[in-house]
């Protein structure tokens, strides 16, 4: 027989409710459960109508991230029996600062349309011809920017900063750090047009650097570190601009030849 | 869907047609004070103050100094106060924190390459540390001399 623990759930329905409540559910316990198999059982044999994202149960889809006990966690990742000692309860809300749509669901709009602002995929100012063949990148150019690509759109590190919260117009952390992983690749060419958009009180400037993002980060992408790398650039780009006001663009901060 | 919603979508992305009423939790004025990592952050963003009456205190010292031996002796009377004394004590406490903060912090902001990879972060915060130790042993050699 299995251990049993109390999972007390936030529940939220639109078209009834003025504010969301806690339900709490018996499940078990068994060695090899995440807290997301703990939510399917409800689904499937306890209570039906709870709703809530997930896809592919293995840490990359980045859909099924929830407040576990107040920490944003990704619930597939987040063994059940880390809290099933002496009897403790796990408390599953849905992700801070976002706007709940039902139960554990977030609206992710509002995240989508910051992300999609930052530009966050190759620009190129001038297009070779295919006959160049593809671009090469060294290894070492591949790993200057290989940390921030392993972002998953999660949104858990959206959830640890309160400066989201307390300022919902903030560009945020991941997006942020997407914009630093473009910046850093040899084949782009755009870090000027996002340093536009970001070099903004609502951009980089509006980050405090509490560093919660980086701790929760399941894929250890470091979005504080990246914010303030992004900070140093763009002070580093206004003195330049000093220097050489004219034929001064942001990519000369690139300390390393690109290959094109 | 009219022209005018799908207008709205494109450019605030409020988008409620089968969401009738989203719940928006308003965060709290103690937000900080539920998580001891908050906590710790607005201690750090608090001890520019302590740092500020620091420079303050040094600079009257200064002045003291200016003014002669009689300014100086009456300054030193007041350093000599409980007050002061326990000012110093927080704003001394409050400028480690401050400056250790600090310090670990530099190397997730600078990410220095040597060789085509980047500097472990122990080799950027070290010199900062060092540099620290070097100016402090002076000031101490300075007084105590």
């Known amino acids: 027989m299995a251990d049993k623990i109390i999972l007390e759930i936030t529940r939220y329905s639109p078209e009834q409710d003025v504010e969301p409540r806690f339900e709490s559910y018996e499940v078990p316990v068994y060695k090899e459960w995440v807290v997301l198999d703990a939510l399917n059982y409800i689904k499937d044999k306890v209570d039906g109508s709870l709703t809530y994202r997930w896809s592919c149960r293995m840490g990359i889809c980045g859909s099924c991230g929830m407040m576990v006990n107040g920490e944003p966690k990704l619930t597939c990742a987040t063994f059940l029996s880390a809290y099933a000692r002496n009897g403790n309860k796990v408390r599953v809300e849905p992700l801070r600062y976002f706007p709940v749509v039902r139960d554990l669901v977030t609206e992710l709009s509002d995240f989508l349309v910051k992300l999609r602002n930052v530009k966050p995929w190759l620009i190129r100012k001038d297009e070779p011809p295919l006959s160049q063949g593809e671009f090469l990148q060294t290894p070492e150019q591949l790993d200057r920017y290989k940390q921030f690509s392993m972002c998953i759109n999660c949104t858990l590190c959206y959830a640890a900063c309160p400066v989201v919260g307390l300022d919902p117009v903030f560009v945020g952390p991941a997006a942020i750090a997407l914009a630093q992983r473009y910046n850093m690749d040899s084949r782009d060419q755009g870090a000027d047009e996002r340093m536009a958009v970001l070099a903004h009180p609502e951009g980089i400037w509006g980050c405090t650097f509490v560093g919660e993002c980086t701790r929760v980060c399941p894929k250890h992408v470091d979005p504080a570190g990246a914010i303030q790398q992004y900070k140093l650039m763009a002070v580093l780009d206004w003195v330049k601009s000093f220097i050489m006001p004219r034929g001064h663009t942001s990519k000369d901060v690139r300390s390393e030849p690109r290959n094109d | ?145």
């Open chain 2, 1 to 145: 869907m009219s022209a005018v919603n799908r207008e709205t979508i494109k450019t605030t992305a409020v988008y409620t047609e089968f969401h009738p009423r989203w719940y928006r939790e308003r965060v709290s004025v103690y937000w900080w004070l539920g998580q001891w990592q908050y906590l710790k952050f607005i201690l750090r963003e608090l001890s520019s103050v302590p740092v500020a009456i620091f420079v303050v205190i040094t600079l009257f010292q200064l002045r003291a100094l200016l003014s002669g031996p009689a300014a100086y002796a009456r300054f030193e009377h007041w350093l000599r106060t409980p007050g002061a004394i326990v000012l110093n004590v927080i704003s001394f406490f409050f400028v480690l924190l401050h400056t250790i903060t600090w310090f670990n912090l530099a190397p997730r902001a600078m990410a220095i390459r040597m060789r085509g990879k980047r500097l472990p972060d122990l080799l950027v915060a070290a010199p900062n540390y060092a540099l620290w130790l070097v100016v402090s042993v002076v000031v101490a050699w300075f007084i105590l001399r």
